[in-house]
């Protein structure tokens, strides 16, 4: 009995679904592009599928074979806003609190009244839960590496530095200084690098309960 030869497929069918496979990726990266314009701009309860699909040149039984639905394609907006992030968050240097100040002013400028909007719906929308709780868990160990050359070695000083760091470095700080009491972009730089500066040089030692200020 002869051996078969298994049947390789063809160099044009390879070619088609090579094709294919292309012509799939292209046009989830314009719908979730053109949903993070719409989601950029509006709060997500404004953003329609109608107005993705016309502005991603799809229709919307598209978006939904590809994402499931608006949820789906938040979550596509989400992990791909997530990741641009992550990667740019890994470029910061460990120690140097100018650069890093000057990172998170420059994610917060573009993207600081997307992440607002966003939050907005954290706890009633699951998918922005779930992308909020791993943004905190992401952005606390990101303080922890960049500025963990410049912490008290004492833990509970350590934690204290940590906690004023996270304050000084939240969206939500950025959106006081900008948004509601009107600093311009170089001003809301310097107070908080102030902020930061002032979380590093924290007393390394607390006073204990016996001690008191005359």
């Not at 496979?21 to 953003?47: C, G, I, M, N, P």
């Not at 240097?93 to 939050?119: H, K, N, Q, S, W």
């Amino acid at each position: 009995m002869r051996n078969r030869v298994p049947k390789l497929p063809s160099p044009r069918r390879t070619y088609q679904q090579v094709a294919r496979a292309h012509s799939t990726q292209e046009t989830e990266h314009r719908v979730v592009e053109a949903a993070t314009q719409l989601f950029a701009e509006r709060f997500y309860d404004d953003v329609h599928l109608e107005d993705v699909a016309r502005l991603a040149g799809v229709t919307v039984k598209t978006i939904q074979r590809r994402f499931g639905g608006k949820e789906g394609l938040a979550r596509a907006f989400l992990v791909a806003a997530g990741k641009h992030n992550a990667a740019l968050r890994d470029r910061v240097p460990a120690g140097d609190p100018e650069v890093a100040v000057d990172f998170i002013l420059g994610m917060y400028e573009p993207l600081g009244d997307t992440l607002m909007r966003t939050l907005a719906l954290d706890g009633r929308v699951p998918v922005v839960t779930e992308m909020a709780e791993t943004g905190r868990a992401l952005h606390w160990g990101w303080l922890q590496r960049v500025f963990g050359p410049l912490l008290s070695a004492e833990q509970a000083a350590r934690q204290d530095q940590l906690a004023a760091l996270l304050i000084a470095t939240d969206v939500y700080t950025w959106k006081l200084l900008r948004r509601d009491r009107g600093l311009s972009p170089a001003r809301t730089r310097a107070v908080l690098l102030q902020f930061v500066t002032d979380a590093l040089s924290r007393p390394t030692r607390r006073p204990s309960n016996r001690e008191h200020t005359p």
